[in-house]
């Protein structure tokens, strides 16, 4: 469905018990709401009613031009304006890479929308910056935020005919992505638009952002790591706990990449199915 807040309108996948509990789907860079097609029929087949939108920036009614606009706070109105839409009071939330960026910024400032978080891939805010400042792994992981940041990012993506961003999936390795999955994805980016808005994420400054916490997370939580994800060091994913007030349950895969949900489907769908009550 097409789901229209103020002058923006976000393409929204809901699917699956009508009665069933819901639970937000939010996807990363650079996916779009497909990302979860291998887990919302294992979530619908244990009774949860799912939510996937397209993220700003994504849809194409939801793309505006200023780089403030993608703020985390306007990506964190997004998510809860579409459950307003839909006449959710709260939700079980579940985000990958960005996704869960916006995820921990839900269930940090607005926990009472939050019924759970299950984090994929990506720690708390705060840890991830403390990170930052202290930790030489994770400033080497981070480099490629200024490759991403910088102006002609979109243009030399898609240089050669998207070169450069078929090459930005197959880094997990071989057989990481399907290349159906891939050649998804790159359609996705390489639609008019989309990869220029997408990379605001990380224009913005939001990753790199010193103008103070977001605070601790109090609502049930998991946070899913890869041990041979590139962007994210042990140290960031270690110490996500001391931010987490909450019930929390640390998760640490080995031999998996950082594309989580489309390596490990099974795994990511039944983590959230736990924190869910459902698994």
Request: aromatic letters at 8%; proline letters at 7%; glycine letters at 10%.
């Amino acid at each position: 469905m097409r789901i229209t807040l103020s002058e923006l309108t976000f393409d929204v996948d809901v699917a699956g018990p009508e009665d069933g509990d819901p639970i937000l789907l939010l996807h990363g860079f650079p996916h779009n709401r497909q990302s979860w097609s291998d887990i919302a029929p294992v979530l619908h087949r244990a009774g949860l009613r799912t939510i996937a939108p397209d993220q700003r920036g994504y849809s194409p009614g939801a793309r505006p031009e200023p780089t403030a606009a993608y703020a985390l706070p306007e990506l964190a109105g997004d998510a809860l304006g579409i459950l307003d839409a839909l006449g959710i009071t709260s939700a079980h939330v579940a985000g990958h890479d960005w996704g869960a960026v916006v995820g921990w910024y839900l269930a940090a400032r607005t926990p009472e929308r939050v019924r759970s978080l299950t984090a994929a891939a990506f720690p708390h805010l705060d840890a991830y910056q403390h990170a930052l400042r202290v930790d030489p792994e994770q400033r080497d992981n981070s480099g490629y935020i200024e490759t991403l940041s910088a102006e002609d990012a979109a243009e030399s993506f898609l240089a050669n005919g998207a070169a450069g961003l078929d090459g930005w999936f197959r880094q997990g390795g071989e057989g990481v992505l399907s290349e159906e999955q891939i050649q998804r994805y790159v359609r996705t980016h390489t639609s008019p638009g989309t990869l220029r808005a997408a990379l605001q994420w990380y224009r913005v400054g939001t990753l790199r952002d010193d103008n103070g916490p977001i605070g601790p997370v109090a609502v049930p939580t998991t946070h899913i790591w890869s041990e041979d994800d590139p962007s994210v060091s042990r140290f960031a994913a270690e110490h996500t706990a001391d931010h987490v007030t909450g019930e929390y349950r640390f998760v640490r895969l080995r031999g998996v990449s950082h594309w989580q949900p489309q390596q490990v489907p099974e795994t990511i769908a039944a983590e959230i199915l736990h924190r869910a009550g459902r698994g």
